[in-house]
């Protein structure tokens, strides 16, 4: 009976997960389309108004999905021996992080170089995203070091994992809304009162917010179903026992 039911659990998470993997790969989709079809695409150093666009482009694929899939890594591989499990948690972490570092550099260099330097960290959503940045930087390190190498003991793992689920998730709400101040800051820049005229562009912002809110609230909902929740595997005690 306990078998069929967590066969059902399975089932419903993963129908979930395709649809809400589905929806963030849209909105990369979407960000990227934007980018490509009205903003002329990518560049670097040498065109710095063109090296912004890197920003939101890197930032959404790794602070929002790529820090999303990490978080529901234990989750979507449920049955899977833990140790493996929090090597892809701390790799999709890493590569999420060199991301955004990226992202940060290419916003700072379009700020930065001529033709037309600018202030830099004067906006809202540059607090909100420095903020989050910090955040998940210093989620990464003490994960890390707490879960993975070295690994603490066992009563510290235990005593830290609500601290370290509870900070996780704040960082990935607070990804969310920069994304959305983020996209409100460049809508006005952009578009002004154009904006109001139903342009082509705006429509595709209008989308792009859409779509990363029904990502963020999928998210959400998945991590905090307890129904979802990983069942430890005996293997998942001896791993424990062997760290201590």
């Known amino acids: 009976m306990e078998a069929r039911a967590e066969h059902q659990r399975t089932k419903h998470y993963q129908s979930l997960y395709s649809f809400t993997t589905s929806i963030g790969v849209g909105l990369i989709i979407l960000v990227l389309f934007w980018i490509l079809h009205y903003r002329g695409g990518f560049a670097w150093q040498s065109h710095p108004s063109q090296e912004f666009y890197w920003h939101p482009f890197?930032?959404?694929?790794?602070?929002?999905?790529?820090?999303?899939?990490?978080?529901?890594?234990?989750?979507?591989?449920?049955h899977a021996p833990k140790t493996k499990l929090k090597i892809i948690h701390?790799?999709?972490?890493?590569?999420a992080f060199i991301l955004s570092v990226i992202g940060l550099k290419a916003v700072f260099d379009s700020h930065n170089l001529p033709p037309k330097p600018m202030a830099n960290?004067?906006?809202?959503?540059?607090?909100?995203?420095?903020?989050?940045?910090?955040?998940?930087?210093?989620?990464?390190?003490?994960?890390?070091?707490?879960f993975l190498f070295p690994g603490l003991s066992k009563s510290v793992r235990q005593a830290f994992l609500p601290v370290?689920?509870?900070?996780?998730?704040?960082?990935?709400?607070?990804?969310?809304i920069t994304t959305m101040t983020g996209l409100t800051e460049k809508v006005i820049w952009t578009l002004s009162d154009k904006y109001s005229s139903f342009e082509s562009e705006g429509i595709i912002f209008n989308f792009i917010g859409?779509?990363?809110?029904?990502y963020g609230v999928m998210v959400l909902y998945m991590v905090n179903e307890t129904d979802y929740k990983r069942v430890a595997l005996p293997e998942d005690e001896m791993a424990l026992a062997s760290s201590d």
Do not use: K
């Open 121 to 146: 960290l004067y906006s809202l959503h540059s607090w909100i995203g420095l903020i989050t940045v910090i955040i998940f930087a210093a989620q990464f390190l003490f994960g890390f070091i707490s």
């Open 90 to 95: 701390a790799s999709l972490h890493c590569l």
């Open 58 to 78: 890197l930032m959404v694929l790794g602070m929002v999905f790529l820090y999303s899939q990490s978080i529901l890594v234990y989750r979507t591989f449920r």
């Open 164 to 176: 370290h689920t509870a900070i996780g998730t704040g960082g990935f709400i607070l990804a969310i």
């Open 210 to 214: 859409v779509f990363a809110a029904l």
